[in-house]
C-alpha cells in the first residue's frame, strides 16, 4: 500500500517556508469515501472569498459540487485526459469563473489573476484543514458553461479536485508513477527575469 503523506511530499525548498506551504502538493489519489463537511466546506470558499481582489471587484465565482451530485457528474464528465480517470473519488470538484465585465461597457483585466488568488487561498486554506486539492486545466470549458447556464463574461478557468489523501496504488500504474514521482521545481534563479 502506497499512502503518501504531507512530510514524505514536503518540498525540498531553497529558503525555508511555512509548514502549510511547503507541504502542498497536487495529488490524484484521493479517498472515494471521504465527505468534507459542510463547516470546512464553507471555511475553504470563506478563504478565497477573502482573497486580494483588484479594487475590490471580487470577479471570482465558484461551482461546488459534491461527489454523487448531478453537477459533480456533469463537471466530471467534461474533463478531458488523464483528469477523466481520477478525479471522479474526490469529494468535491470546484469550477473556478472569473466575471470578466466591470459594467456594460469595461472588461476587468485582473479578473482572472483575481480568481486565481482566491483559488490560492482556497488551497492553501485546505492544506490546513489537513485535505489536498489538484487544480486542472484539461477540461471543456464551453460544456460546463453550457451545463450551468453561465454568461458570456463568466469564464471557466479551473477545476480544482479537493478531498482526502486516497491510496496511490489505486491509480492506474503511469498515473501512479506521476503520484509517487520526486517534487520537482525549477531553480528560483531561473524565475526571476530582473533581480537588482
Known amino acids: 500500500m502506497t499512502l503518501l503523506t504531507d512530510t514524505n511530499r514536503r518540498a525540498v525548498t531553497e529558503s525555508p517556508l511555512i509548514d502549510v506551504l511547503a507541504e502542498r502538493w497536487s495529488p490524484r489519489s484521493y ?3 471521504a465527505v468534507i463537511d459542510e463547516a470546512t466546506l464553507t471555511t475553504l470558499l470563506e478563504a478565497a472569498r477573502w482573497a486580494p481582489s483588484a479594487s475590490n471587484m471580487q470577479p471570482a465565482r465558484f461551482i461546488v459540487a459534491r461527489r454523487g451530485t448531478t453537477s459533480f457528474a456533469t463537471i466530471n464528465d467534461a474533463l478531458m485526459g488523464f483528469n477523466k480517470t481520477w478525479a471522479d473519488t474526490a469529494s468535491v ?3 473556478g469563473v472569473a466575471k470578466l465585465s466591470i ?3 469595461r472588461e476587468n483585466p485582473w479578473a482572472r489573476y483575481d480568481l486565481g488568488q482566491a483559488v490560492a ?3 492553501i486554506q485546505a492544506q490546513h484543514e489537513g485535505l489536498h486539492t489538484h487544480q486542472m486545466g484539461g477540461f471543456d470549458g464551453a460544456a460546463i458553461a453550457a451545463a450551468f447556464d453561465l454568461t458570456e463574461d463568466q469564464a471557466v478557468v479551473t477545476v480544482t479536485a479537493l478531498g482526502v489523501l486516497g491510496n496511490a496504488d489505486d491509480l492506474t500504474p503511469e498515473l501512479r508513477e506521476r503520484e509517487v514521482a520526486p517534487r520537482s521545481r525549477k531553480p528560483l ?8
Not at 189 to 196: A, G, Q, R, S, W
Request: aromatic share 0%.
Open 189 to 196: 534563479t531561473e524565475l526571476l527575469l530582473v533581480n537588482d
Open 31 to 33: 479517498d472515494k469515501t
Open 121 to 123: 487561498h482556497l488551497t
Open 93 to 95: 470538484l470546484i469550477v
Open 103 to 105: 459594467d456594460e461597457t
